[in-house]
């Protein structure tokens, strides 16, 4: 065998690159890659990115970063199939990310991965591609564009694929695609009302003929979402008068009535807000007089709080400055729903439930009808609210309401006063004005009005007033009916009652206090124990309702606050005597007061004129009475658990209001009548004082010794026969407003006060046409009872001041 000669391996040429093997660990690297011109190189680098994209969404952000979309883009029409598979997989799984989905939107890539879809391609190719715009679909450009580039056509075909993955991507893409196809119609309609808060875009649908457009889809329309932005539209458009004006002549109204009675809460809503919006035109106003308000009230009893709160608001608006609309809800049984709706957990539908209430309530009829739902107990909880829009119309409607007693009554027991003066301190305007009307009304009684200084009124009013930001009128009218209608307080607080306050029973004189303290109530000051303080004046002619009865020896009087315990035939005897006695003097310490009157006690009485009883007897019953009477003051003092407290009866005041309604009320000479009552007060009242003997006027002692009999400091003005300027003051004030003369109460400093007078100068009547202003008198009831003095003269001077 010949010797085997070895082959020599022929070098590779020299103009050819000898292969290279590289191992990247870098992605940028990788991505580098996507730019080679060799099909295998671009096919590793892309196997190896979408094992790269696989591992979670940061990597797609680093790949994104990189740059590796755009050049991935171009390998989707790659000659090479391995290429453009390998292309396709990757922005499969890239397409999930949002960054990675707008740039594609930019690149316009669509039509690329739909390319993918014909029927030649790979199950493989298939599959990704039909990933990557399922995805892409999820957004709205994205849809236009698979549907601009004829994409719903090869993904329908798709559905018929034997692979499951395919199927599912194709079937995902189509559901998304369809879903815009449902109706652009309802963000369309979302997107006009929006437009419509920009005043020119406004303009430009007006002139467009847009309205019209939005009408007629939210009259023939049934899709709710439809109607209900069709409404929304409607209800922001309104709020421009032409518009309003062309809804109104389109007949609008009837579109968003047929709307209320929708299935859709948020249709019913979106109606109801735009018939408020409508409410501004009159002509709408009285359309829903017939047509809108029962379907409005029947929303109230909904069970979604959004709704009942729009429904409220219409009705607010339909019945502001509207007697029809409001007389419309009462029609259709509207006060119950609406006085349910002040429960609310919405404060908005709270506010406006209120405000309908208060808009009826300026109708008398509607108000008692009201009034008859228990009203007055359902505002307590507006009052308490923390929302200053609840708490300002919940005010206003007390102020519109509680305008008889029984109102106030009720308000005042279910504990609305509190809250209601709480709100005088609000820092807002609104508030604080609705309140202080709410007061002002409230007050108009003298119950209520006393409860409200209780709980501090008076007293947040007068600091409210020194502010000139914070006050207004209605805090200053408050201010002014609280008093007018608690005098005992507004005497203490002013020191001045006009002619116009009218003294009635009940009223007490405290005396000046100092500030800052408050005045007690009289049963108060009634229950405490006899001090050296002054006597408080009390003025009472009301006997309690139920007395107790005689005792055996068939007494007809007792003291104890000077409160008869007689029988009515008693009282009558008592004012006989006292009649035919005429207008003597009850100075004469030796008389003694007819049977059912008491007097101080003088310690040198002597027998009474005409009396058949011994002075034995009468000292025995003096001591029985004065063992008795401590049992009896407490007794009638505290009352009964059972019975409603009294203030104390002075009959004695009761006589002297039948003398003067029978001698002197009769005068029809105003000057003489008022002469004629000074000489009447100055008589009961220990008779005329001339100035030099004032000092020797023992009043102090006789106030001593009935604050002592009567175990109080409360004394009636009747039990005192010794009286110092106040006391006849009072008395004189009191006398004359039970008969109709007209006169002011004035206190003055140490001790003073007086009574002042208007009477015309009689030697100008007549003389001219044009009558002079009266000139104002002050009444002499000490140094010459009777004597008229002018208010600027001298001896007016002395007589406040000496």
């Given at each position: 065998?010949g010797?085997?000669?070895?082959?020599?391996?022929?070098?590779p040429p020299?103009?050819?690159?000898d292969?290279?093997?590289?191992?990247?660990?870098?992605?940028?690297?990788v991505?580098?890659?996507?730019n080679?011109?060799?099909?295998e190189i671009?096919a590793?680098a892309c196997?190896?990115?979408?094992?790269?994209?696989?591992?979670?969404?940061e990597?797609?952000a680093?790949?994104?970063?990189?740059?590796?979309?755009?050049?991935?883009t171009?390998?989707?029409?790659h000659?090479?199939?391995i290429?453009?598979?390998?292309?396709?997989?990757?922005?499969?799984?890239?397409?999930?990310?949002?960054?990675?989905?707008?740039?594609?939107?930019?690149?316009?890539?669509?039509?690329?991965?739909?390319?993918q879809l014909?029927?030649?391609?790979e199950?493989?190719?298939?599959?990704?591609?039909?990933?990557?715009?399922?995805?892409?679909?999820?957004?709205?450009?994205s849809?236009v564009?698979?549907f601009?580039?004829?994409?719903?056509?090869?993904?329908?075909?798709?559905l018929?694929?034997?692979d499951?993955?395919?199927?599912?991507?194709?079937?995902?893409?189509?559901?998304?695609?369809v879903?815009e196809l449902?109706?652009?119609?309802?963000?369309?309609?979302s997107?006009?009302?929006?437009c419509?808060?920009?005043?020119?875009?406004?303009?430009?649908i007006?002139?467009?003929?847009?309205?019209?457009?939005?009408?007629?889809?939210?009259?023939?329309?049934?899709?709710?979402?439809?109607?209900?932005?069709?409404?929304?539209?409607?209800?922001?458009?309104?709020?421009?008068?032409?518009n309003?004006k062309?809804?109104?002549?389109?007949?609008?109204?009837?579109?968003?009535?047929?709307?209320?009675?929708?299935?859709?809460?948020?249709?019913?809503?979106?109606?109801s807000?735009?018939?408020?919006a409508?409410?501004?035109?009159?002509?709408?106003?009285?359309?829903?007089?017939?047509?809108?308000?029962?379907q409005?009230?029947?929303?109230?009893?909904s069970?979604s709080?959004?709704?009942?709160?729009?429904?409220?608001?219409?009705?607010a608006?339909?019945?502001?400055?509207?007697?029809?609309?409001?007389?419309?809800v009462a029609?259709?049984d509207g006060?119950d729903?609406l006085?349910?709706?002040?429960?609310?957990?919405?404060?908005?539908?709270?506010?406006?439930?209120?405000?309908?209430?208060?808009n009826?309530?300026m109708?008398?009829?509607?108000?008692?009808?009201?009034?008859n739902?228990?009203?007055?107990?359902?505002?307590?909880?507006?009052?308490?609210?923390?929302?200053?829009?609840?708490q300002?119309?919940?005010?206003?409607t007390?102020?519109?309401?509680?305008?008889?007693?029984e109102?106030?009554?009720?308000?005042?027991?279910?504990?609305?006063l509190?809250?209601?003066?709480?709100?005088?301190?609000?820092?807002?305007?609104?508030?604080?004005?609705?309140?202080?009307?709410?007061?002002?009304?409230?007050?108009?009684?003298?119950?209520?009005?006393?409860?409200?200084?209780k709980l501090?009124?008076?007293?947040?009013?007068?600091e409210?007033?020194?502010?000139?930001?914070?006050?207004?009128?209605?805090?200053?009218?408050?201010y002014?009916?609280?008093?007018?209608?608690?005098l005992?307080?507004?005497?203490?607080?002013?020191g001045?009652?006009s002619?116009?306050?009218?003294?009635?029973?009940?009223?007490?004189?405290?005396?000046?206090?100092?500030?800052?303290?408050?005045?007690?109530?009289?049963?108060?000051?009634?229950?405490?124990?006899p001090?050296?303080?002054?006597?408080?004046?009390?003025?009472?002619?009301?006997?309690?309702?139920?007395?107790?009865?005689?005792?055996?020896?068939d007494k007809?009087?007792?003291?104890?606050?000077?409160?008869?315990?007689?029988?009515?035939?008693?009282?009558?005897?008592a004012?006989?005597?006292?009649?035919?006695?005429?207008?003597?003097?009850?100075?004469?310490?030796?008389?003694?007061?007819?049977?059912?009157r008491?007097?101080?006690?003088?310690?040198?009485a002597?027998?009474e004129?005409?009396?058949?009883?011994?002075?034995?007897?009468?000292?025995?019953?003096?001591?029985k009475?004065e063992?008795?009477?401590?049992?009896?003051?407490?007794?009638?003092?505290?009352?009964s658990?059972?019975?409603?407290?009294?203030?104390?009866?002075?009959?004695?005041?009761?006589?002297?209001?039948?003398e003067v309604t029978?001698?002197?009320?009769?005068?029809?000479?105003?000057?003489?009548?008022?002469?004629?009552l000074?000489?009447?007060?100055?008589?009961?009242?220990?008779?005329?004082v001339p100035k030099?003997?004032?000092?020797?006027f023992?009043?102090?002692?006789?106030?001593s010794?009935?604050?002592?009999q009567?175990?109080?400091?409360?004394?009636p003005?009747?039990?005192?026969?010794?009286?110092i300027?106040?006391?006849?003051?009072?008395?004189?004030?009191a006398?004359?407003?039970?008969?109709?003369?007209?006169?002011?109460?004035v206190?003055g400093?140490y001790g003073r006060?007086w009574?002042e007078?208007?009477?015309?100068?009689?030697?100008?009547?007549?003389?001219?046409?044009?009558?002079p202003?009266?000139?104002?008198?002050?009444?002499?009831?000490?140094?010459?009872?009777?004597?008229?003095?002018?208010?600027?003269s001298?001896?007016a001077?002395?007589y406040?001041?000496?």
């Amino acid at each position: 065998m010949g010797k085997k000669i070895k082959k020599e391996v022929e070098p590779p040429p020299k103009d050819v690159f000898d292969p290279v093997t590289i191992e990247s660990k870098k992605a940028a690297t990788v991505v580098l890659m996507l730019n080679s011109p060799e099909e295998e190189i671009l096919a590793k680098a892309c196997e190896a990115i979408y094992r790269f994209a696989l591992k979670g969404e940061e990597n797609k952000a680093t790949l994104l970063e990189l740059g590796a979309v755009e050049p991935l883009t171009k390998l989707l029409t790659h000659e090479d199939k391995i290429v453009r598979r390998n292309a396709t997989m990757i922005f499969g799984i890239l397409a999930s990310n949002n960054d990675v989905k707008k740039l594609l939107r930019e690149l316009d890539v669509m039509n690329s991965v739909i390319a993918q879809l014909a029927p030649e391609e790979e199950v493989v190719i298939h599959e990704f591609a039909s990933l990557c715009l399922a995805n892409l679909s999820a957004e709205y450009t994205s849809k236009v564009q698979i549907f601009e580039n004829g994409g719903l056509e090869p993904l329908i075909r798709l559905l018929a694929s034997p692979d499951p993955d395919v199927k599912k991507n194709s079937l995902e893409c189509i559901y998304n695609l369809v879903q815009e196809l449902n109706d652009l119609h309802i963000e369309a309609l979302s997107v006009i009302a929006n437009c419509l808060e920009d005043m020119d875009t406004l303009v430009l649908i007006q002139q467009t003929g847009g309205l019209k457009k939005l009408l007629s889809f939210a009259e023939n329309s049934t899709i709710p979402d439809i109607q209900k932005n069709a409404a929304k539209a409607i209800t922001k458009a309104a709020y421009d008068p032409e518009n309003r004006k062309l809804f109104h002549e389109q007949e609008v109204e009837k579109c968003l009535v047929a709307l209320l009675g929708s299935e859709n809460d948020g249709t019913k809503i979106a109606a109801s807000q735009a018939i408020s919006a409508m409410c501004e035109n009159t002509g709408s106003k009285e359309f829903f007089n017939n047509q809108g308000i029962p379907q409005l009230i029947l929303l109230l009893k909904s069970d979604s709080e959004e709704v009942r709160e729009a429904a409220s608001l219409a009705l607010a608006n339909l019945t502001t400055c509207n007697t029809a609309n409001a007389n419309a809800v009462a029609e259709a049984d509207g006060i119950d729903p609406l006085i349910n709706t002040l429960s609310s957990k919405r404060d908005g539908a709270v506010a406006n439930a209120a405000m309908v209430l208060a808009n009826m309530a300026m109708q008398e009829p509607l108000r008692v009808n009201i009034q008859n739902h228990d009203v007055m107990r359902a505002l307590v909880c507006p009052l308490r609210s923390a929302n200053p829009v609840v708490q300002s119309k919940a005010a206003l409607t007390v102020a519109a309401t509680a305008c008889d007693v029984e109102a106030r009554t009720e308000l005042r027991n279910s504990g609305g006063l509190e809250p209601l003066v709480e709100l005088l301190r609000s820092k807002k305007d609104e508030v604080r004005r609705h309140a202080s009307w709410a007061v002002m009304v409230c007050a108009n009684d003298e119950p209520t009005a006393v409860e409200l200084c209780k709980l501090g009124a008076l007293d947040i009013l007068e600091e409210v007033n020194l502010s000139v930001s914070r006050k207004n009128k209605f805090s200053e009218a408050a201010y002014n009916k609280l008093l007018n209608n608690n005098l005992s307080l507004k005497y203490n607080v002013t020191g001045y009652l006009s002619p116009s306050n009218i003294i009635s029973d009940g009223f007490y004189d405290y005396g000046q206090i100092n500030p800052g303290t408050k005045l007690l109530p009289l049963k108060d000051l009634c229950l405490q124990d006899p001090s050296d303080q002054r006597a408080v004046l009390l003025v009472n002619s009301k006997a309690p309702d139920v007395l107790p009865p005689p005792s055996t020896e068939d007494k007809s009087s007792d003291v104890g606050y000077g409160r008869s315990i007689s029988s009515s035939s008693s009282l009558r005897k008592a004012s006989k005597e006292k009649t035919n006695t005429g207008f003597g003097s009850p100075t004469e310490e030796k008389s003694e007061p007819p049977s059912g009157r008491n007097t101080a006690v003088s310690k040198g009485a002597t027998k009474e004129k005409g009396s058949r009883k011994s002075r034995g007897k009468k000292e025995e019953e003096k001591v029985k009475e004065e063992e008795e009477a401590p049992t009896l003051v407490k007794l009638m003092a505290e009352g009964s658990p059972d019975k409603e407290w009294h203030p104390p009866f002075d009959p004695d005041f009761c006589v002297y209001v039948s003398e003067v309604t029978k001698s002197i009320a009769p005068i029809t000479n105003i000057k003489e009548q008022i002469e004629v009552l000074a000489k009447y007060v100055a008589e009961k009242m220990g008779g005329k004082v001339p100035k030099e003997k004032l000092p020797d006027f023992s009043w102090e002692l006789h106030i001593s010794e009935l604050k002592f009999q009567l175990k109080s400091n409360v004394i009636p003005i009747g039990q005192i026969k010794k009286g110092i300027f106040y006391h006849r003051a009072l008395l004189f004030k009191a006398l004359a407003d039970k008969i109709g003369i007209g006169c002011s109460l004035v206190r003055g400093e140490y001790g003073r006060a007086w009574n002042e007078v208007k009477l015309m100068n009689a030697s100008c009547k007549g003389l001219t046409r044009v009558h002079p202003p009266p000139e104002v008198y002050m009444v002499d009831l000490m140094f010459h009872p009777g004597g008229l003095m002018k208010l600027r003269s001298k001896e007016a001077d002395l007589y406040r001041y000496l």
